[in-house]
RNA sequence: UGGGGUGUGGCCAAGUGGUAAGGCAAAGGACUUUGGAUCCUUUAUCCCAGGUUCGAAUCCUGGCACCCCAGCCA
């Protein structure tokens, strides 16, 4: 099965697109694109815009752009250009020849510069950072108009031809638009466009001393690619307005509009860059692509399908509110589509043994299970069955409660394609009070799992051949944090779940496990979806998701 | 106390004047060689208060709540 990109939900944007169609805007064009700056790892909220430029880009036959936005020198670095374009090739967004970074524009928007100058637009200021805070003035109290912003155009030529020649140390000066000190929003009271930066940039190197800022930077690169529709997220309605002076004053015949809809937030996680290197740099998680982080290389580490993460992208919606979805959903997304498409295994995470004592000693048959219930095309695997095996500790109860199905002393239960088995004895260490081992017998009668007289059996547990079964170490991974909303109080490490990650390393699994690949996935029955770790020599599987467990929710409802 | 946004069930989200889609979660039931999957069933009058209208979540007026903005970050 694969994913229909194209076939968004429908939202808000869309109608913005079939009324600008309809009108014949951009000559019917839609042209959209993803600007992250490579300053960091993406993450599943960078995903969700992916999504849903690139979704709009296939959905009304426009194209889709990828656009480094690397103009500030002092925070970015190749490296994460190599990792952005590998998470959003693994997710399957496709920019086909169309990779581009703002620093290309250098050029054109230091000419672009120079018109505004010549048109009384810009200037050069000499205030120090201080106190071209001081001038902006205060949210309730508008700014006061620096005292160089009526220098001659010639002079502000001269000075901003003489800052892109390095003749002034970092911070110096900076060009700013000339536009309203008293505008009721901050971003139009002069802003700053170009800002020295006496330091290399890892593509132009020291080509350049001046960069320009974001607000300026942006609409120019969309305008320079054709770009139709620049989608963004809610904090930049602000910014808008001065987004649009930019091209008007710049006289662009059909200029980019902006848009912006809702980032994406998940309960039980962190979403921004900074909180997210927090949590690598003070050691709370195990890297960038620690399978409990929120980044695109976690979550393909944990295991996640790039559909089932499309599939949560979009139904998450594309609105204008502020929300927190909660993780149950993209749990519900990635166990859907690995119901399908995950073969089924047995494993035993907490073996307890079992001896089967009216089965042959030395005695080894194979038994056939299905490969996967929901496509019986794909057939069966054998598995081996012997006289001494491991179940699930779970699965025994010395004193079953009340609508315990599985094994108890006396109770007869079935084997997953093998057996009805019969606990007839069980040994328990006299200091710990653990059960330490299973004697059972089995009805010869009942091969396959199915009993000749009809007689019902109410627990199916999964079982492991002890001689054929392989060690292997299996990590559950829950939530990282036990607030749904870590930023809500406090800081947010104080929620981190203490819990996030059990390391199981007495595992036994089938055989077959033991051919499986790094990166492979799939469900353990009775227990969740795992991914063999793509980062780990010995056997190791990465739990993703667990099963729906309605047993061990009526557990906790008592 | 300035400006920009947003308010529909526990969480998302359609709806744009004609009598509240859908998904997730939750609950009940059926079925089941995974207590999985599947299948039924159940759950809101739309932030509040007025008003217009035969009729309002949708229009008007006035409130309230929450989010964003004072980087030479993006």
Request: include cysteine.
């Amino acid at each position: 099965m694969s994913k229909d990109y194209s076939a968004l939900k429908e939202n808000f944007i869309q109608k913005i697109i079939d009324q600008d169609r309809e009108d014949n805007k951009y000559g019917g064009r839609v042209h959209t694109r993803f600007p992250p700056e490579p300053n960091g790892y993406i993450h599943i909220g960078s995903a969700k815009a992916i999504l849903i430029n690139y979704g709009l880009a296939l959905a009304n036959d426009g194209k889709f752009n990828l656009r480094f936005d690397d103009t500030d020198p002092t925070k970015e670095e190749e490296e994460f250009v190599e990792s952005i374009k590998e998470d959003i090739k693994w997710l399957g967004a496709d920019w086909e020849n169309r990779l581009f970074f703002a620093s290309d524009y250098f050029e054109q928007m230091y000419q672009c510069a120079v018109q505004l100058i010549k048109k009384d637009k810009a200037f050069v200021c000499d205030l120090s950072q201080e106190e071209i805070r001081e001038y902006r003035g205060t949210l309730t109290r508008p700014g006061q108009e620096s005292p160089y912003r009526n220098r001659s155009i010639e002079e502000n030529l001269d000075l901003f031809a003489r800052m892109r020649a390095g003749e002034f140390p970092t911070g110096a000066r900076v060009l700013r638009a000339k536009i309203d000190m008293s505008s009721p929003n901050m971003n139009m009271r002069d802003p700053v466009i170009f800002r020295i930066q006496q330091a290399p940039h890892f593509r132009t190197g020291d080509k350049w001393v001046i960069y320009p800022m974001y607000d300026y930077a942006h609409p120019l690169s969309d305008a320079f690619e054709g770009i139709t529709h620049s989608l963004c997220s809610l904090e930049f309605e602000d910014n808008r307005p001065l987004y649009n002076w930019f091209l008007e004053n710049l006289d662009f015949s059909e200029p980019p509009q902006q848009i912006e809809f809702a980032r994406l937030n998940i309960s039980h996680t962190v979403m921004s860059k900074r909180k997210l290197r927090r949590l690598v740099e003070g050691g709370y998680v195990d890297g960038w692509d620690d399978p409990r982080m929120p980044t695109i290389c976690g979550l393909r580490r944990r295991g996640y399908t790039p559909e089932a993460i499309w599939d949560f992208c979009d139904r998450s919606g594309v609105a204008k509110t502020n929300s927190l979805i909660s993780i149950a959903q993209l749990e519900h997304c990635i166990r859907q589509d690995l119901n399908w498409r995950a073969p089924r295994m047995m494993a035993v995470l907490k073996p307890l043994k079992v001896i089967i004592e009216n089965y042959p000693e030395g005695k080894t048959e194979y038994l056939e299970t299905e490969i996967n219930p929901e496509q019986p095309e794909l057939g069966h695997r054998s598995i081996p069955f012997s006289r001494e095996l491991y179940i699930e500790q779970d699965d025994f109860r010395e004193d079953p409660p009340k609508k315990f199905f599985r094994l108890a002393p006396g109770r007869e239960i079935r084997l997953k394609g093998a057996y009805y088995i019969q606990c007839v004895d069980y040994k328990k260490d006299p200091n710990t009070g653990e059960i330490t081992e299973l004697r059972c017998t089995y009805d010869p009668e009942t091969r396959g799992g199915w009993s000749r007289d009809g007689r019902k059996v109410k627990g199916t547990a999964h079982w492991v051949s002890a001689a054929q079964a392989r060690p292997a170490e299996v990590r559950i991974y829950n939530h990282l944090f036990e607030r749904e909303n870590p930023e809500e109080e406090g800081d947010f490490l104080d929620h981190l779940n203490p819990n996030s990650l059990e390391i199981l390393s007495d595992c036994l699994v089938e055989p077959a496990l033991a051919e499986s690949k790094p990166g492979d996935r799939f469900q353990f029955l009775r227990k969740g979806y795992f991914n063999r770790d793509p980062g780990s020599e010995k056997l190791v599987f990465n739990r993703i998701v667990s099963l729906r467990d309605t047993w061990a929710r009526m557990q906790k409802k008592k």
